[in-house]
């Protein structure tokens, strides 16, 4: 019955998603005719050729099928099912191409109106690129609302009670009862507890969470023959995970699906796990950095674009303030010091000096000739802060020289704040999980600072923002950071 319901949901979300890219080619191709007043096709058949539907619907759910978009997804985010569908569209609009060029479609030759009637981009003059560009924006939109819609409609009726999925739990300790509270709490899952079974052979005890334990694990084929479930969940304390491979070879003579809950606080994970394999040897991936591969590479070109753009826009503002610093205290215009970065590397990090250099200041230190300073923590109100150093350090703007050090790789425009190596040293056996900052490029910018977390808060709160970061990051999420900077990253009354 559950693998009907499946499919019967699977036809459903493929019948939506054909609407939906079925209507956004026609609303695309509508909006060119509109756009370069051609006329409409006089036979029917010319519309689905011309809208590109009958290229756009095949390809597309056929890259949605191997983007995974119709695997069972009641227990994950909408985020990352609408990140699938972006993805999903992209490449489709790259396949329709290589198949209009493949049948030798005529709209690949159009080169559009001639330039003197419609002067600007090719993409507005040429009919055909512009309808591939309305198209591409449309359709993640409407497809991604039409999942949206449909996701939401689901957990309602799962909220009351209706179209749910049954499980059992092997185990009733803290892990298996940690399973149960937290299915039970996201009841949008649709996923109920029927029953548990106890991870050791017999049991003399009968509920657990005021639900039925139903026996020992010596009893397991039995009791699911008795009482079916859709899926069950191992959920069996590392003390005896040795039972686990004999537990996995008895469930094979069942068609259920089966999960297993690792015994792993949740602070240990600090991001997410992947699972690899080679030569049939399965690989768990239990900690590595978020920004290798394709994601790394996208992040660099983001941070080389954006440095070069601030450096370009605040070359004036720059230009003024090191004149101001020399002008109004001796010593050098830039502060260099040893912060850390990806891997633990050291690098010098610049900034514009907001410190006097006299002997009055024994607790900062400068080289003349090299500019490298020594500073230690600044407090409110600091003697040792010059006038123009203060009202840089208010408004952040004495960090401005680090988009030199992004544009060298040091840095990235988004990152956890970089230490110095002697605080690193002592942060990391006081605090466990700092060295997981080190998983990814110190930024100018974070997820921290942008909550208000500059200066003299709360460090585990700080760590706390930095590895959500890392566990989390995205693209999105890094231009999210750098817009919230905008407003919000630059003038704070932690800033001092």
Request: charged residues 20%; proline residues 5%.
């Amino acid at each position: 019955m559950l693998r009907q319901r499946h499919n019967l949901f699977v036809s459903l979300f493929g019948v939506l998603d054909a609407v939906a890219i079925a209507s956004s080619a026609f609303l695309a191709w509508r909006i060119r005719l509109d756009r370069f007043q051609e006329p409409y096709p006089e036979r029917w058949e010319e519309l689905f050729k011309s809208s590109l539907i009958v290229f756009a619907v095949p390809i597309t759910i056929g890259t949605m099928v191997c983007f995974k978009l119709y695997k069972p997804r009641r227990d994950q985010a909408l985020v990352g099912e609408l990140g699938q569908v972006i993805k999903a569209s992209f490449v489709s609009i790259m396949l329709m191409i290589v198949a209009l060029w493949a049948v030798g479609s005529s709209q690949l030759g159009g080169v559009g109106p001639p330039a003197q009637e419609y002067p600007g981009w090719r993409l507005a003059t040429d009919p055909f690129r512009f309808q591939l560009a309305i198209f591409a924006v449309a359709m993640p939109i409407l497809v991604g609302s039409m999942r949206i819609l449909l996701r939401l409609f689901l957990r309602s009726m799962r909220k009351r009670g209706k179209n749910m999925r049954h499980v059992t739990i092997v185990g009733v300790g803290r892990l298996g009862q940690i399973t149960a509270r937290t299915l039970a709490r996201n009841t949008w899952t649709g996923i109920r507890v029927e029953y548990f079974i106890s991870h050791h052979e017999q049991t003399s005890r009968h509920t657990c969470l005021n639900l039925p334990v139903a026996g020992g694990v010596r009893e397991l084929e039995l009791l699911l023959e008795e009482r079916p479930v859709d899926a069950i969940y191992l959920a069996i304390p590392s003390a005896m995970s040795a039972q686990l491979p004999m537990i996995l070879r008895r469930l094979e003579r069942f068609a259920i699906d089966v999960r297993i809950v690792p015994d792993v606080h949740p602070r240990y994970l600090p991001q997410n796990m992947a699972v690899s394999e080679l030569e049939g040897m399965p690989i768990l991936s239990y900690r590595e950095s978020p920004m290798t591969g394709m994601g790394g590479v996208i992040k660099r070109a983001l941070d080389i674009f954006g440095a070069i753009l601030g450096i370009i826009l605040f070359a004036p503002l720059m230009f003024i303030i090191a004149i101001t610093i020399r002008a109004t205290s001796e010593g050098p215009v830039f502060f260099r010091q040893q912060r850390v970065s990806l891997g633990g590397d050291t690098f010098a990090i610049w900034k514009f000096r907001t410190m006097g250099t006299g002997p009055k200041n024994s607790s900062s230190s400068t080289d003349e000739r090299s500019g490298v300073c020594s500073e230690s923590w600044t407090e409110e109100n600091d003697p040792r802060v010059t006038k123009i150093g203060a009202w840089l350090r208010k408004t952040s703007l004495d960090e401005l020289p680090q988009l030199f050090n992004v544009l060298r790789g040091d840095m990235a425009l988004v990152g956890p704040r970089p230490e110095r190596p002697e605080l690193i040293d002592r942060f990391r056996e006081d605090w466990r999980g700092y060295m997981l900052r080190q998983q990814v490029k110190a930024g100018m910018t974070g997820w921290a600072q942008v909550n208000g977390l500059r200066g003299n808060t709360s460090l585990r709160k700080r760590l706390q923002y930095d590895l959500f970061y890392i566990r989390n990051w995205t693209l999105w999420f890094d231009i999210r950071i750098l817009t919230m900077t905008i407003y919000r990253g630059f003038i704070h009354r932690n800033a001092y």
